[in-house]
């Protein structure tokens, strides 16, 4: 067999980053546009698509775009989307990697944002707010939502997990440790909260989150680190993974074999799984 183009978006009359990013679940697809924006300033979007079925051609939705944010940047950095078990309806969840600050305005940590599918609208709604980590110095720059998953659980509870590649700790002045930051949608209003009260992190020079994964029931968590980024084979890197452990409320590391590139692999730059054991 062979592969057929059934789709091509609308050509762009400059570089806005489409496809980037992209998510593709059922008959919805999404691609990520985080340079669209004029000058050095980007809010960026997200391109949905539909199509009606299986080998049906997707068309485009209008553009997905976040007015809550003023100081946003770089919206669609990463997409993730799965389908709700129950309803079929598409849950995605976007990283926005440079949004400036809620109390340092002037300082770029990043964030992440949650939509759900109205088909009878077919509208992206916003749930929740502007999902953000810790904002001290060291984690200025950190490019939060350079990473993103979203998972369900199996008692239904959507699960969110952001890396933060680039944030550092600022009192030992130890560099790119990288973050992992997790949350869970807690009630029908829309509120989260974070899984844990301390993100997950790295050691020096890791970039902990460059690649982030939940399993499909969100109780394992695969993070990549890289060693460098963008990845440019400079470091051997590595990938760990974590279960969710319901009784301490924590993320426990798992052992795993071969979680370590070779000298200068940039291994866990990228990753994915592909089962939810």
């Known amino acids: 067999g062979t592969w057929q183009v059934t789709t091509t978006t609308a050509p762009r009359e400059e570089d806005t980053g489409l496809g980037s990013s ?19 300033i980007k809010p960026g979007q997200v391109q949905p698509l539909v199509r009606e079925g299986p080998g049906q051609p997707f068309r485009d939705m209008p553009p997905l775009v976040d007015a809550t944010e003023e100081s946003l940047e770089r ?6 989307m ?8 598409p849950s995605l969840v976007v990283g926005a990697s440079r949004t400036k600050g809620l109390v340092s305005i002037n300082d770029r940590f990043g964030a992440g944002f949650y939509y759900e599918y109205d088909a009878m609208n077919a509208v992206w709604n916003a749930v929740g707010g502007t999902l953000r980590g810790d904002e001290d110095l060291g984690e200025a720059g950190g490019e939060l939502g350079q990473a993103v ?16 590649p680039s944030s550092s700790i600022f009192e030992t002045k130890t560099l ?19 899984l844990t009260a301390d993100p997950i992190v790295g050691p020096e020079f890791s970039f902990l989150g460059a690649a982030v994964d939940l399993s499909s029931d969100g109780m394992t ?6 060693g460098s980024l963008p990845a440019d ?31 200068t692999e940039s291994f866990g730059s990228a990753l994915q799984w592909i089962d939810s054991d």
């Open 75 to 80: 919206f669609g950095s990463a997409v993730d």
């Open 176 to 194: 790119d440790v990288g973050r992992v930051y997790t949350y869970e949608l807690v009630d029908v209003n829309g509120n989260w909260t974070r």
């Open 149 to 164: 998953s979203v998972a369900q659980t199996n008692a239904g509870v959507k699960r969110i997990a952001l890396g933060s």
């Open 221 to 226: 968590l695969a993070v990549g680190a890289p």
């Open 233 to 263: 084979l400079t470091a051997a890197g590595f990938v760990s993974v974590y279960t969710w452990n319901d009784e301490s409320s924590r993320w426990d590391a798992a052992s795993i074999t071969g979680g370590t590139g070779l000298d």
């Open 22 to 40: 992209l998510a593709f679940r059922g008959n919805y697809l999404v691609a990520g546009e985080p340079l669209v924006g004029a000058n050095f």
């Open 82 to 89: 799965i389908l709700d078990a129950s309803t079929g309806v």
